[in-house]
């Protein structure tokens, strides 16, 4: 009995810990974890994003080829500089309406060796107004902005090499 009850504590101890793999903060009011197993990015809190400098300074960069999904909260206002910077396996967001601006190269797959192929659509009742540049550069995939209908900021070389994809504006 004691071998089998001790298989089991180390079975609970392993499932328990595969659940988040990695974690921090990416706001003032923002958390983010990473789920390996299913290459799940998950933001949770409300308000603005960080601004990222770099690529490698957003915290989950190293999993960059590994996101499959991003899930975002309600509350998020503002999608930070660099923040899904080639996550090439991404194949679907959805924004919430609350977001407002999405900063430069958000979304940029530039240089990655194959088309994301990426579904980007954005909730009813979209608070977009702004899209700064090179926020798409090099994105493939389908980009439907048709809820964003405050959207008036969208400078030159937002979608920079964008090609294979459908883009459906307001």
Same mark, same amino acid.
């Given at each position: 009995?004691?071998?089998? +009850? ?30 390996? +197993? ?59 309406? +609350? ?26 009742? +979209? ?44």
């Amino acid at each position: 009995g004691r071998r089998l +009850s001790m298989t089991l504590l180390l079975t609970m101890i392993t499932v328990t810990t595969a659940w988040a793999d990695d974690s921090g903060t990416c706001g003032n009011n923002l958390t983010w974890t990473f789920t390996e +197993s299913d290459g799940t990015l998950t933001i949770s809190g409300e308000g603005d994003m960080y601004n990222y400098n770099t690529a490698n300074n957003v915290p989950w960069y190293n999993y960059r080829e590994q996101i499959k999904k991003v899930i975002l909260p309600k509350g998020l206002t503002y999608i930070g500089s660099y923040a899904f910077y080639k996550a090439k396996a991404l194949r679907k967001i959805s924004i919430p309406a +609350s977001v407002s601006k999405i900063a430069n190269y958000a979304f940029c797959v530039v240089g990655t060796k194959y088309p994301n192929g990426c579904t980007f659509t954005v909730a009813k009742g +979209s608070k977009l107004t702004t899209i700064h540049g090179n926020a798409f550069n090099g994105y493939r995939g389908d980009i439907d902005l048709c809820e964003c209908t405050d959207l008036t900021d969208i400078p030159r070389y937002t979608f920079q090499n964008y090609e294979h994809g459908i883009l459906m504006l307001p």
